[in-house]
Structures are given as C-alpha cells and as structure tokens.
C-alpha cells in the first residue's frame, strides 16, 4: 500500500475496525472487502485509486453507505471510504456550496443554513450526498429547484487511472453530463460544487395522517392535486404501520396510516391556501402541518428511520397513478408478511420534469410519482420477504413507466438501470469505455464500457 497514507487508515481484515467498518446501512449486505481505506482528503483518494489500479482491484466508493443495494461496499476489493470528507464551504457571492463526497445532507443543511440558503437535497439527514446526488436526489425542493443533481454545477473527480479532473459545462463536459445520473460509474468524486437559493429559516411543512382505510381516495386525490400542483409544492404519500414507539402517542402504536409529507417552498403564509387541498384528503387522525424551521423540517423522518437495519427495497416510476395501480399496490400492502413496510409514493412534478431526458444523464423527466418500497424485516426470513418485495414490483411493472426505477432505491437489477438510463444509456457506456474501459467502478448501477 501507497506509505504516505496513514496506516491507520488502511483497514484490513483482521483489523479490529474492520467489522465496523465494512456494515453499510442495509443490514442484509454482508460483504468482506479486501481493503477499505479511510481517506482524508482528495490525495488520499488519489493514491487509493492508483493503487488499486496498479494491483487491479475493483474500487466501491463509500459516500454516506446508504444505498440499499449495498452499493457502498464489495467483496474482495478496495472501499473507499470517505467519511472523514464531510466539509460543507459556502461561497454567498456566488450562491455555491463546496461540499465533500462524505458529507451527510445534514452537514449540508447546517452550514448552508447560517446564511439562509439551501441547495435541494434529500429528506434524512444521515443519507450521503455523494450517492444520492450521482443517481438524483429527490427532496422537497424538486418543485421549486429540480433535483440535487440538477443543481450541481461542478466537481472534482478521481477517474479510474488516479487522475484529479475539475468537471463542469466547459471542463471534460462528457463527465460533467454523465455524472447528473449516472451513478457512481465514472470515477470518485470528492467535492461537489451545487447551486443555492434562500430558503427558510422557516418553512411550511405539510405534515397529515390519514387513516389506512381511506388510503385509496387519498392517493388518487394526490394524484389529481399533482397534476396542478405549484411548483412550490413538493409531497410524498407514505402507507405504514406506526411502529410502538415511545416517541408516538400509544393511539398510533402498531396503526397502519397514511402519511402526508412535503413543504411549501415560498413565503409561509402564502403557501397556507396551497397546501390545504393535502390536509383534505380524507378525515385526518392528526394534522400537524405548520411553519417550523427548514432545518428541523429536513431531520423530521430521522426518528422513523433505523440506523442499520435488515431490509429489501425497490422502486417504480408511474407517469400516472392509476385506480388499478393503487387496487394493485393496496392489496400486495395488506398481504405483507409483516406490517413492516414503508411505501412511499413521492409526487414528481414542477422543475424537475422541466429539465431535457437528454440534458443530463439523468432521463426521467414525465412521470407523475414514483413508489419506493421498503420493507424491512425483524421476524421472518429474509427470503419471505425478498419474494413478497419482488411480487410487488412485479404486479405493478405493467403499469409502470416503462419499466424505469429510481436508481437509488432498487439493488442490483440490470434490466431496470437500462430501462431507467433509456436513451441515454448508450452515450453514458462511451463515456465509460474512455474514462473507466476495465470497469474498476463496477458495484452499482453498473454501465458496462462500450465503444
Ligand atoms: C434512510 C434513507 C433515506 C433516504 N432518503 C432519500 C431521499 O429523501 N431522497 C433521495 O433521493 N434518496 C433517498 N435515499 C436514497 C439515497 O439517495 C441512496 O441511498 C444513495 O445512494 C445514498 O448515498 P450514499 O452516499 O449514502 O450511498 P453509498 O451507499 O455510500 O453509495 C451509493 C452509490 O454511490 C456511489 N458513490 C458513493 N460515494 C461516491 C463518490 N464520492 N463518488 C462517486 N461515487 C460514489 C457508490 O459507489 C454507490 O454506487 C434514502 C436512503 C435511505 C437509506
């Protein structure tokens, strides 16, 4: 290994750290890498990269280990780690923040928010942006401002050869293009330049629980809602099982609901009419939209959230949500193994279906929602619940959007990566083939190089 890396940050097996170390957050992903390395800053990356390179090693970057393909780690070869690359440097001249490949969406709130500013990101504050920015990124700001990828402006990054580039509209414009979608494909980046607006310090935040049994209206409202929704206005529908916990009044514990979630991105009082169409949806069990701050409205699904768990995800874009898809998707929900399920509907509309199929690698630009499926389990197998999982998607792919999945809330699946890249998927394998032609970036949505 390269000396003038800091042996404490070469982990390897047998090494006390390396348990720890190799867990992503998918608690089914047990993978044993043959190295993971630490980096602190960008020449560390380099010299990971180059070593690899020199010793033929398949390289897994690891921004925030989110992805619930497990993608932030492998077996056999070489993580990158870049956890200890969190650093968030806003620029308010220039309404940019410089962000590092292991930041946190946290990390990002907290800093751009002690200037009033926000660039849009996710809706967990642990998630990574490196991972969830390379394959979208959808939050409550898609409306307004697009997708997090839509938003980056530039980036550094380590290609498969161990070389730093600068990437934007002027420098290396296919890679500039390719990594608005394409994943983790084409190299390691380890700063992100991206685009900021005011927002907040206060917000609206649409915050509604319905009763499951109304479940049916209350999706197929959102549906019509969302077909006329301001650009301001970005939601998600989440059908769950409360699960007994003591941060929930008892009324709830173990009570499968209907969760209405999103924000107004404009001033609060203005969006107060907007957003009232949500709250009326059905007869809520308890409504507590109202003005908080951004930042607490960006931690609020924290708690729902598990650190580590066991779970099988996946995910479909609907152009529509239709009476049949939602028969479809209610009767799969009531017939779960376990009520341990979180489906969510997110409603996609406003900016970011503006932007071109082409413009970035990125091309799902006309669907109206997308499911992303969670299910996560305590009790029964794992296999149980990877068929019932499966069964999901497979009841509702013929009424899907082609085929195409949000890329960073399905495991490995590769008939659904070529459908979702679609048209655009020919142009990003060139670009791989000159960037990365022995596929050293190979453990995720994998682009295979061709000329
Ligand atoms: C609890 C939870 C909440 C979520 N909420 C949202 C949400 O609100 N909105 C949303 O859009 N998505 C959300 N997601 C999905 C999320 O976008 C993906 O999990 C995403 O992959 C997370 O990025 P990461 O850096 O943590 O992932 P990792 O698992 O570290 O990496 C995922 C992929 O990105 C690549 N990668 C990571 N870092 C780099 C880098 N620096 N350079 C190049 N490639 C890299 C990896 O190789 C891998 O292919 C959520 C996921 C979870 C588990």
């Given at each position: 290994?390269?000396?003038?890396?800091?042996?404490?940050?070469?982990?390897?097996?047998?090494?006390?750290?390396?348990?720890?170390?190799?867990?992503?957050?998918?608690?089914?992903?047990?993978?044993?890498?043959?190295?993971?390395?630490?980096?602190?800053?960008?020449?560390?990356?380099?010299?990971?990269?180059?070593?690899?390179?020199?010793?033929?090693?398949?390289?897994?970057?690891?921004?925030?280990?989110?992805?619930?393909?497990?993608?932030?780690?492998?077996?056999?070869?070489?993580?990158?780690?870049?956890?200890?690359?969190?650093?968030?440097?806003?620029?308010?001249?220039?309404?940019?923040?410089?962000?590092?490949?292991?930041?946190?969406?946290?990390?990002?709130?907290?800093?751009?928010?002690?200037?009033?500013?926000?660039?849009?990101?996710?809706?967990?504050?642990?998630?990574?942006?490196?991972?969830?920015?390379?394959?979208?990124?959808?939050?409550?700001?898609?409306?307004?401002?697009?997708?997090?990828?839509?938003?980056?402006?530039?980036?550094?990054?380590?290609?498969?050869?161990?070389?730093?580039?600068?990437?934007?509209?002027?420098?290396?414009?296919?890679?500039?293009?390719?990594?608005?979608?394409?994943?983790?494909?084409?190299?390691?980046?380890?700063?992100?330049?991206?685009?900021?607006?005011?927002?907040?310090?206060?917000?609206?935040?649409?915050?509604v629980m319905y009763d499951y049994q109304d479940a049916k209206q209350i999706i197929l409202k959102a549906q019509e809602y969302v077909n006329q929704a301001p650009d301001e206005v970005s939601f998600n529908v989440t059908v769950t099982a409360l699960p007994p916990a003591p941060f929930l009044p008892e009324f709830l514990h173990n009570r499968k609901v209907v969760m209405v979630g999103g924000m107004y991105a404009g001033d609060p009082q203005m969006g107060v009419?907007?957003?009232?169409?949500?709250?009326?949806?059905?007869?809520?069990?308890?409504?507590?939209?109202?003005?908080?701050?951004?930042?607490?409205?960006?931690?609020?699904?924290?708690?729902?959230?598990?650190?580590?768990?066991?779970?099988?995800?996946?995910?479909?874009?609907?152009?529509?949500?239709?009476?049949?898809?939602?028969?479809?998707?209610?009767?799969?929900?009531?017939?779960?193994?376990?009520?341990?399920?979180?489906?969510?509907?997110?409603?996609?509309?406003?900016?970011?279906?503006?932007?071109?199929?082409?413009?970035?690698?990125?091309?799902?630009?006309?669907?109206?929602?997308?499911?992303?499926?969670?299910?996560?389990?305590?009790?029964?197998?794992?296999e149980v619940c990877q068929q019932w999982v499966d069964s999901v998607y497979d009841g509702l792919l013929p009424l899907s959007n082609k085929g195409t999945s949000y890329l960073n809330g399905i495991g490995a699946n590769e008939v659904a990566a070529m459908n979702t890249l679609g048209k655009n998927y020919g142009k990003l394998a060139k670009i791989k083939a000159k960037y990365d032609p022995e596929n050293m970036f190979r453990h995720n949505h994998n682009v295979?190089?061709?000329?």
């Amino acid at each position: 290994m390269d000396q003038s890396l800091k042996m404490e940050s070469i982990i390897l097996p047998g090494n006390e750290l390396y348990d720890k170390k190799r867990k992503v957050w998918n608690a089914t992903i047990d993978k044993h890498p043959g190295v993971i390395v630490v980096c602190e800053s960008e020449e560390d990356v380099v010299k990971a990269v180059r070593y690899a390179k020199e010793k033929g090693l398949s390289v897994t970057p690891r921004g925030g280990g989110h992805h619930v393909g497990g993608f932030g780690t492998c077996d056999e070869g070489m993580v990158i780690d870049l956890s200890g690359m969190r650093k968030v440097t806003v620029n308010e001249e220039q309404l940019v923040a410089v962000v590092e490949g292991g930041a946190t969406l946290g990390d990002i709130d907290e800093e751009t928010q002690k200037f009033g500013l926000a660039t849009p990101t996710g809706t967990v504050s642990k998630t990574g942006v490196a991972g969830l920015a390379l394959s979208g990124g959808l939050g409550y700001l898609r409306g307004k401002y697009g997708l997090t990828c839509d938003n980056l402006v530039g980036a550094n990054l380590v290609t498969a050869d161990g070389q730093l580039l600068y990437v934007n509209e002027e420098q290396h414009p296919d890679l500039y293009w390719a990594i608005r979608g394409g994943g983790g494909n084409f190299g390691i980046v380890t700063n992100f330049e991206f685009k900021l607006y005011p927002i907040g310090p206060e917000v609206l935040a649409v915050d509604v629980m319905y009763d499951y049994q109304d479940a049916k209206q209350i999706i197929l409202k959102a549906q019509e809602y969302v077909n006329q929704a301001p650009d301001e206005v970005s939601f998600n529908v989440t059908v769950t099982a409360l699960p007994p916990a003591p941060f929930l009044p008892e009324f709830l514990h173990n009570r499968k609901v209907v969760m209405v979630g999103g924000m107004y991105a404009g001033d609060p009082q203005m969006g107060v009419n907007v957003v009232k169409p949500l709250q009326e949806l059905a007869t809520p069990i308890v409504d507590k939209t109202g003005v908080l701050p951004y930042v607490a409205l960006q931690k609020n699904l924290d708690a729902m959230v598990p650190d580590h768990v066991a779970v099988h995800g996946t995910s479909l874009y609907f152009t529509e949500v239709t009476e049949e898809a939602v028969d479809v998707l209610l009767a799969k929900l009531d017939n779960a193994p376990m009520p341990t399920y979180l489906a969510q509907l997110w409603a996609l509309s406003g900016q970011m279906n503006r932007i071109s199929p082409e413009a970035t690698a990125f091309s799902n630009r006309d669907s109206s929602f997308v499911l992303l499926l969670d299910f996560m389990y305590m009790g029964a197998g794992p296999e149980v619940c990877q068929q019932w999982v499966d069964s999901v998607y497979d009841g509702l792919l013929p009424l899907s959007n082609k085929g195409t999945s949000y890329l960073n809330g399905i495991g490995a699946n590769e008939v659904a990566a070529m459908n979702t890249l679609g048209k655009n998927y020919g142009k990003l394998a060139k670009i791989k083939a000159k960037y990365d032609p022995e596929n050293m970036f190979r453990h995720n949505h994998n682009v295979r190089p061709q000329d």
